[in-house]
């Protein structure tokens, strides 16, 4: 149990177009979302913080213009990159958990190369 | 905030044990878990402990907490190639609400000599 998914697990696009990410949890219900950035060799970077039908919190030099969280319901949260740029090229990595877990579950990881 | 310190590089002896390191500054930390990560994917969540815990065993796996030092650390026995990855220690406060957001080290890469 307690599996999340991401898709795609890679995507290329062009600088200045837009990338949707989703991530959902397959086998339970999540309540609180989380987005992480991770650089190559580095640790995760947490970017925002979500909870399904609210806004999303935001990490302080996060642009939530940028990256669009939406957190429409128990099960999916979307991030959307917005006019994509080279260096918005990242591991983007999802995390899910519910009220009543301690643990954090995490995607596999979306690779975003932009061109 | 909360300060997250590991060794970035460990290499050990196909059999031998591993032990990584983690340093942390807020003693407010209550729970703290290890994580592994293999190239080119997601956290997969090794075994965590409460603070007020000194010491946990899961099959391999041993977790030390000493709250005095603010240390904790993840004892791997007998070593496997396998477990050549990226180990991150992963501290949450109560302070941080019911979001329990995490606060993750560096990282440390093992390797695995056979």
């Known amino acids: 149990g307690a599996v999340v998914s991401q898709h795609p697990s890679r995507v290329i696009c062009k600088s200045g177009t837009s990338v949707k990410i989703e991530c959902r949890s397959l086998d339970f219900q999540a309540t609180t979302m989380f987005w992480y950035r991770q650089f190559p060799k580095q640790s995760l970077m947490l970017m925002a913080t979500?909870?399904?039908?609210?806004?999303?919190?935001?990490e302080q030099g996060v642009e939530k213009d940028k990256f669009l969280i939406n957190h429409a319901s128990l099960t999916l949260s979307t991030l959307t990159v917005t006019s994509a740029h080279p260096e918005d090229s990242s591991f983007y990595i999802c995390?899910?958990?519910?009220?009543?877990?301690?643990?954090?579950?995490f995607g596999p990881g979306t690779r975003l190369t932009v061109t | 905030g909360e300060d997250v310190e590991q060794s970035l590089f460990l290499s050990v002896r196909e059999g031998d044990s591993s032990v990584i390191n983690c340093t942390y500054t807020d003693s407010s930390s209550t729970y703290l878990y290890w994580y592994k990560q293999e190239p080119g994917a997601g956290l997969q969540l090794l075994t965590y402990i409460f603070s007020n815990m000194d010491m946990k065993q899961d099959q391999r796996l041993t977790v030390l907490l000493n709250k005095k030092d603010k240390h904790l650390s993840l004892r791997i026995a007998d070593t496997q190639t396998g477990d050549s990855a990226i180990y991150f220690c992963?501290?949450?406060?109560?302070?941080?609400?019911?979001?329990?957001?995490?606060?993750f080290g560096s990282g440390t890469q093992l390797t695995v000599l056979p």
């Open positions: 995390s899910a958990r519910t009220d009543n877990s301690y643990e954090q579950y």
């Open positions: 979500s909870n399904e039908g609210s806004k999303a919190t935001y």
């Open positions: 992963a501290l949450a406060q109560l302070s941080s609400g019911s979001a329990r957001q995490l606060t």
